[in-house]
């Protein structure tokens, strides 16, 4: 099994321009996540999904939006990137709210933006 | 958002040394999970702990659930240069359904 596969692994983009970073799990998982990974402040969540159909913010949604397209995938959108948007982006997933199911994670999509 | 204060945030360290790391908080968590990330790639579970005071293994890790619910640590006894990485802890507040993560001890291990 693949898990969660991320793609693309690395990207450079200029500012102002849009892409989608895609994600895709074969674990049959309700929850699906997108976190930022900067260094020194470990891993916040922009978006996640509960469950099919269902979306929400986490700690730093802005300049973000997300499309839950169906159980296996989650993708994120930049609509107009900015140098504050490089990082590191992982995509995780779960299976589901109960008490702390635990995240699996992909190995991420490396972002720069200049 | 609620805070998870991990320590140390990095270390360096002998092969063969023991290593212990923990997380604490002013909330009390449900779970503690705690994640290594290899160079390069994702956050791998390494532990993850349901009740408090549990103790569990898991090879040379060794994990504890607070007896307060607000702390958790990660031993590592032994070291090898392959622990190198980052490690996270992650915590589940009652009626929350997402993780907070700590900001990582990084570990260094001189062979």
């Known amino acids: 099994n693949a898990g969660v596969t991320q793609t693309p692994k690395f990207q450079v983009l200029k500012t102002g321009q849009s892409m989608t970073l895609q994600c895709a799990q074969d674990?049959?998982?309700?929850?699906m996540y997108w976190y930022r990974q900067d260094p020194g402040m470990g891993l916040r969540l922009i978006y996640y999904?509960?469950?099919?159909?269902?979306?929400d913010k986490g700690e730093v949604p802005n300049g973000y939006n997300v499309s839950r397209l169906n159980k296996r995938e989650f993708s994120l959108r930049l609509e107009s990137a900015a140098p504050s948007q490089t990082s590191v982006y992982f995509c995780?997933?779960?299976?589901?709210?109960?008490?702390?199911?635990?995240?699996?994670f992909g190995n991420g999509t490396r972002l720069t933006v200049t | 958002g609620q805070q998870l204060n991990q320590s140390p945030q990095s270390m360096f360290i002998q092969e063969g040394e023991d290593v212990s790391m923990n997380c604490t908080s002013s909330?009390?968590?449900?779970?503690w999970l705690w994640y290594k990330q290899d160079p390069g790639e994702g956050p791998v579970l390494l532990i993850a702990?349901?009740?408090?005071?549990e103790l569990t293994s898991n090879g040379r890790l060794t994990a504890q659930f607070g007896i307060t619910r607000k702390d958790s640590f990660l031993n590592i006894s032994a070291s090898i240069p392959s622990d190198v990485g980052i490690y996270f802890c992650a915590g589940q507040l009652p009626g929350y359904s997402t993780l907070t993560f700590g900001k990582g001890t990084m570990l260094l291990v001189s062979p």
């Open positions: 674990m049959n998982h309700n929850s």
């Open positions: 999904s509960a469950s099919e159909g269902t979306t």
């Open positions: 995780a997933s779960s299976e589901g709210q109960k008490m702390g199911s635990p995240l699996h």
């Open positions: 702990l349901y009740k408090a005071g």
């Open positions: 909330s009390i968590f449900n779970t």
